[in-house]
């Protein structure tokens, strides 16, 4: 049997390929795995008009510096590909692509473990699975209960809104996919209704600089990570930020989009019912978030870019009942 490699890491990915740099530098034998190209999941699971919400001088990798001529700008999922292809080729990363990881079992015995691919078994003494933790849908259980013949689709399906059939477009979920959907398809004339959740937004710009160059400067990126986890493992969710510019609801209802409350099924075939009474608490809610947000980490909040909800008289775009329920 060849002589197992000191580690395999599964996933040619931002974390991947960084763990892999890590290794090489080391001196530490190993191969990273990857189940199609390098970045695949960015290059399959985003949508046309998709930015990073990170700006370029942050979206960089270990070894590396941004040092173009926008450092405030923000990279298309294709150019972020790109960079991580040219980072595997100018490091010499060992990267094998079209080759994914079926099984993966330890063996005791001989304090290896032992990864089985269509190409054939890898042995390792040490594992890194750095295949992601946002690649896989996840659906509530109330999506089984909708009407087979009203298309449901993901955000890794997602491209464009010319892509959708005619009609209006309900989008569940408020946060980064949500919020950016909602505004692609306003943006294209399609009439939207956005199911909020409970999730906080941030400004994109801040006393002239992106809101990412004061989170940095200010120490929250060297929070450690057992300092921000809650006591059931669970991580937080990232507030509504935008890629190149703020989103936020009121932007949002600003451009048409009906924001509704929570998503609670389908009357009749076609008729959305939600909590109402929970839009403007979590409107509220997300607004709260944002001032908090700059207050703690910056100091004040008198930059912020996002706008007070409107009057109730001038919300017109929020659903607020009557005879008549949202139609898809």
């Known amino acids: 049997m060849d002589r197992p490699f000191d580690a395999a890491v599964i996933g040619a990915g931002w974390a991947g390929l960084g763990v892999s740099y890590v290794m090489t530098k080391a001196g530490l034998s190993h191969r990273v795995l990857e189940r199609g190209r390098i970045g695949e999941t960015w290059l399959t699971q985003r949508w046309d008009s998709f930015h990073l919400n990170t700006p370029k001088f942050q979206t960089v990798m270990p070894g590396d510096r941004y040092e173009g001529p926008d450092p405030e700008g923000f990279y298309t999922h294709d150019e972020f590909v790109a960079l991580l292809e040219d980072y595997a080729k100018r490091c010499c990363l060992p990267v094998v692509t079209n080759t994914p990881v079926t099984v993966l079992t330890r063996d005791g015995k001989a304090g290896v473990y032992r990864l089985f691919t269509p190409v054939g078994e890898l042995t390792a003494r040490a594992v890194v699975i ?114 190149l510019h703020t989103i936020s609801l009121q932007s949002l209802s600003a451009q048409g989009v009906a924001l509704l409350g929570r998503f609670t099924g389908i009357a009749y075939g076609d008729q959305v019912t939600a909590d109402l009474d929970d839009v403007l608490r979590r409107s509220r809610h997300a607004q709260a978030h944002a001032r908090g947000r700059v207050e703690e980490n910056y100091g004040t909040n008198r930059a912020l870019n996002g706008r007070a909800l409107r009057s109730r008289s001038q919300r017109k775009p929020f659903w607020r009942g009557g005879s008549e329920r949202p139609r898809l």
Request: aromatic share 6%.
């Open 130 to 243: 750095a295949s992601g933790s946002l690649n896989c849908a996840r659906r509530p259980e109330l999506a089984r209960a909708l009407p087979r013949a009203l298309l449901q689709i993901d955000p890794s399906v997602y491209r464009n809104p010319q892509a959708l059939p005619v009609g209006s477009v309900l989008v569940v979920g408020s946060a980064q996919s949500g919020g950016q959907i909602a505004e692609d398809l306003a943006m294209a004339g399609r009439v939207v209704f956005l199911s909020t959740g409970r999730t906080g937004r941030k400004p994109r710009r801040y006393r002239g600089r992106d809101v990412s160059f004061w989170e940095q400067k200010s120490g929250l990126f060297d929070i450690p990570r057992k300092d921000f986890v809650g006591p059931d493992g669970r991580i937080a969710g990232r507030p509504l930020l935008g890629a």
